[in-house]
């Protein structure tokens, strides 16, 4: 299983992809950095996420997802500049 690890320093006003399609099941780690309350990691399934449209990550939480073969993920920061660590586990069969 090919394993990736990237953080990503988001923006409050343009969607960045932080989990690419691949052609296979994988499963992500995805942890917000920041420990300070009411700064929010909002993610969802294409670059039209945003703070009214998805659900967050709390400062500090880690959230877990079984991705299935197309699907990717996308992310915006509540307020600017927030740090997403993405841990990737990609099945290589």
Same mark, same amino acid.
């Given at each position: 299983?090919? +394993?990736?690890?990237?953080?990503?320093? +988001?923006? /409050?006003?343009?969607?960045?992809?932080?989990?690419?399609?691949?052609?296979?099941? *994988?499963?992500?780690? !995805? *942890?917000? *950095?920041?420990?300070?309350?009411?700064?929010?990691?909002?993610? $969802?399934? =294409?670059?039209?996420? $945003?703070?009214?449209?998805?659900? *967050?990550? /709390?400062?500090?939480?880690?959230?877990?997802?079984?991705?299935?073969?197309? =699907?990717? !993920?996308?992310?915006?920061?509540?307020?600017? $500049? +927030?740090?997403? $660590?993405?841990?990737?586990?990609?099945?290589?069969?």
């Amino acid at each position: 299983m090919p +394993l990736t690890s990237a953080q990503f320093t +988001l923006s /409050d006003t343009v969607a960045t992809q932080i989990v690419p399609p691949d052609n296979m099941p *994988h499963n992500v780690v !995805l *942890h917000n *950095h920041t420990k300070s309350s009411n700064e929010y990691i909002h993610i $969802g399934p =294409d670059s039209s996420v $945003g703070t009214a449209n998805s659900i *967050h990550i /709390d400062p500090g939480q880690t959230i877990y997802i079984n991705m299935n073969p197309g =699907d990717e !993920l996308w992310a915006i920061s509540d307020p600017d $500049g +927030l740090v997403v $660590g993405v841990l990737d586990s990609r099945r290589a069969d």
